[in-house]
C-alpha cells in the first residue's frame, strides 16, 4: 500500500523556520517527482517546490526561491522541505505528493498524495 504521511508542521512566528518531512512507503520511487504543494483557506493548492527522486533535480515556485529547499533521504525513503524566513502568506495546509513525470508545476501530474501538514505562520 502506498503512503505519504507529511509530518513538521505547526506554528512559527513571521521569519522562522520549519522542516516538512514526507515519509514516502508501498514501493520504489526512483523514477518519481516528488512534490510539496500547499493550500490557503479559499484558495487553489499550488505548487511549492519538487524534486526528481534519483536525479536528485528541484525546481521551486518564484515565491519561495531562496527561502525553502527541498531535499530527499534515499536510505529514509523521506523527502524534505526546509521553511526559512517564513511569511505570514506562506500559511496553508502542506500536501506531499509523487508523480510518475510531466509539468512538475501541475498537481494533476501526481498519482499518491499525503494528509497534509497545517502551517501556520503569525506575524
Known amino acids: 500500500q502506498v503512503q505519504l504521511v507529511e509530518s513538521g508542521g505547526g506554528l512559527v512566528q513571521a521569519g522562522g523556520s520549519l522542516r516538512l518531512s514526507c515519509a514516502a512507503s508501498?514501493?520504489?520511487?526512483?523514477?518519481?517527482?516528488m512534490g510539496w504543494f500547499r493550500q490557503a483557506p479559499g484558495k487553489e493548492r499550488e505548487f511549492v517546490a519538487a524534486i526528481h527522486w534519483s536525479a536528485g533535480g528541484t525546481y521551486y515556485t518564484d515565491s519561495v526561491k531562496g527561502r525553502f529547499t527541498i531535499s530527499r533521504d534515499n536510505a529514509k525513503n523521506t523527502v524534505y522541505l526546509q521553511m526559512n524566513s517564513l511569511k505570514p502568506e506562506d500559511t496553508g495546509v502542506y500536501y506531499c505528493?509523487?508523480?510518475?513525470?510531466?509539468?512538475?508545476?501541475?498537481?494533476?501530474?501526481?498519482?499518491?498524495w499525503g494528509q497534509g501538514t497545517q502551517v501556520t505562520v503569525s506575524s
Open positions: 508501498g514501493r520504489t520511487w526512483n523514477n518519481y517527482v
Open positions: 505528493a509523487a508523480g510518475a513525470g510531466g509539468m512538475w508545476t501541475s498537481k494533476n501530474q501526481y498519482i499518491y
